[in-house]
């Protein structure tokens, strides 16, 4: 029987999963965790086959917890189940070593299946996760930005003006607009917000 841990900070989201999934024959939730510090400790105890993992929650990260459970159970698959499909978010969980990553509105037919699948040592993604994952592939690389750049777009996403980040960066007004003009050709975009959007998308700006 496949051994399955269920993590995520609601409660009533959890006892839902459960229900969803024992309904099965083959599979049994061995246990449950809120938080990605907590998942960490009773992956350690349960030996889970598969862990659902919420992506953010309160008292630790999911995608920070996958490399320390992978690390003490390396045979554990990890699935991403959570509401956001951002390429950052997708590409730090990938990066982290998950196994699959889908969304919560997944049916529980193909999360059954995906849970199954995982357990064979298979990638799972939702359709969308995988459309944008293609995307992303096909798309030419935007361009890195310098540490400057990064530095001054950080700033615009934090709100200020552009006298504001020169006088915090020690550089003039008009310097600022040439590092901003080199961000947008770089990331093909036209204006500030588009950049910060992209930027955060990309990977290439934390939020």
Do not use: C, W
């Not at 978010?89 to 509105?105: M, T």
Request: zero cysteines.
């Amino acid at each position: 029987m496949l051994r399955l841990m269920i993590v995520d900070d609601h409660p009533v989201v959890r006892e839902g999963l459960r229900g969803m999934l024992e309904s099965d024959p083959r599979v049994t939730v061995v246990g449950e965790a809120a938080s990605g510090d907590e998942a960490v400790v009773r992956a350690r105890e349960l030996a889970p086959d598969v862990i659902l993992m919420d992506l953010r929650m309160p008292g630790g990260d999911g995608v920070a917890a996958i490399p320390r459970i992978l690390a003490d159970r390396p045979e554990s698959r990890v699935i991403v189940l959570t509401t956001y499909e951002t390429d950052q978010d997708i590409v730090r969980a990938v990066e982290a070593g998950a196994a699959g990553y889908l969304l919560k509105d997944t049916s529980r037919a193909d999360l059954l299946a995906a849970v199954v699948s995982a357990s064979r040592g298979e990638t799972v993604l939702s359709p969308s996760v995988a459309t944008r994952l293609v995307s992303r592939m096909r798309a030419p690389a935007a361009e890195s930005l310098s540490p400057r750049e990064t530095e001054v777009l950080s700033l615009v996403a934090r709100g200020l003006t552009n006298a504001e980040i020169g006088r915090a960066l020690f550089i003039s007004e008009t310097t600022v607009k040439t590092h901003l003009l080199r961000v947008f050709g770089k990331l093909g975009v036209s204006d500030r917000t588009a950049a910060v959007t992209t930027a955060i998308d990309l990977g290439l700006l934390i939020r």
